[in-house]
Structure formats: C-alpha cells, structure tokens
C-alpha cells in the first residue's frame, strides 16, 4: 500500500477545515488528546521499567511485564478533546480575532494586537482550560465533589505555574505570525505536547516535587 505524501493530507485538511471547521477541529483534537494519552502512558510505563530495573540491579527479582494501553483512560482524553477543547477553542480564536480587530481596532499581528491576545488567553483561556480539565479528570475517575476539591487544591496551583513558563511563548509567536485560519492547527499541535504533560500530571496524585511547588507559590493561610 503507497504511503500517503505528507502535501496530500495537509491539503485534504486544509479541504475540511474549510468546508466544516468545527467537525475538523472535533475530530482532530480528539485524536490528538488520543494519540497524547498513549504517549503519557508509555512514558509513565517506561519510566516505571527504569525504576524497576534499577531494583533488580540491586538484587530485588522483578517480572518484566509489556506496555498495556489502558483504553478507557485514551477515550476519557479524547472525549474531552473532542468535547471542550475544539469547540471552546474554535469558539475563542474566532471571537478574540474579530474583539480585538474589528472592536478595538488594533491592526493584525501588530504588537498591540499580539499583546492583547497573549494577555487575554494567558489570564482567562488558560486557567479555565486547566480548571476544566482537572475538574473532568476528577468526575471522569468517579471522585466525589469533596474529592475534587482536595485534588484541585493539591494540583492546580502547581500546573498552571508549570503551564505558565510553556504556553505564553507558544502563543506570542502563535498570535504573531500565524493566520488566524491556521491558529487552530498550530495549537493542535502544540496540544499534543501539552495533553502528554496534563496526562502525566493528572497521575502524579501528591508527588513530592508538588508539595515543594505549592509550599514556594501556594497562599499561606494563617
């Protein structure tokens, strides 16, 4: 079977996105957020074999075991994906594009225009995303109310000041240099990265450099 040129799927996605934008960006955030979550999970898994092979060097025997996909947590990611990320984000790049050109007259990609956005998605797009995320995550486990509260008290903090040294850079250059018809795409991609990392980070539960975070950034309550 011939493989596919790299040119013909970006042009059969250029077709669909506009054609039907929001069906595009559902299906393929879904299959990002997918494809993210078995990378999360091979990572955890080989991470969790080094560890394992370090206690066998030190003369504890340990049976191999082969990576095993856990499926519902793939479909658990996709959904969201498919359900908040594409639309929500379909939504907002479209409306910041016409707030910030057509209301306040800023011209495109100038740096007004750029900041504006950057200072937008940082302080209101950002937080809600992750808030919404770890907040799925949680009733998606079958966590109680009680029990979310707890988990978003012990990992929010922490992921949106890891998320905040990663996601401004991305969109300066995102808002700066990219089409608007192509933001989208372009996030998707960095989406990718990022779904690994909250993937990860959702199954981190109290780990030590997460005390150590919120002990430096954390509120102090009296």
Request: proline share 4%.
């Amino acid at each position: 079977m011939a493989a596919v040129p790299l040119h013909g799927v970006w042009g059969w996605y250029k077709q669909q996105l506009a054609v039907s934008p929001l069906r595009t960006q559902l299906l393929s955030s879904s299959l990002i957020w997918a494809v993210g979550d078995v990378l999360a999970q091979f990572i955890s898994f080989k991470h969790t074999q080094s560890t394992l092979s370090l206690s066998s060097k030190q003369g504890t025997t340990i049976k191999a075991e082969a990576f095993d996909i856990d499926w519902k947590r793939v479909l658990t990611l996709s959904f969201f994906g498919a359900a908040f990320v594409a639309p929500v984000g379909h939504w907002w790049y479209e409306s910041l594009e016409y707030v910030v050109t057509k209301q306040l007259k800023f011209q495109a990609s100038s740096l007004k225009s750029t900041s504006t956005k950057l200072i937008a998605d940082t302080f209101l797009l950002g937080p809600l995303h992750l808030l919404a995320f770890l907040t799925y995550m949680g009733a998606a486990s079958g966590k109680t109310m009680e029990e979310i509260k707890v988990m978003l008290k012990r990992d929010y903090i922490p992921a949106l000041v890891t998320e905040g040294a990663f996601w401004p850079l991305v969109q300066a250059f995102n808002f700066r240099f990219v089409p608007v018809k192509h933001q989208l795409l372009y996030v998707n991609g960095f989406c990718l990265v990022d779904s690994v990392f909250l993937s990860w980070f959702k199954f981190q539960e109290d780990a030590a450099w997460k005390r150590w975070l919120l002990s430096h950034v954390a509120p102090k309550h009296q």
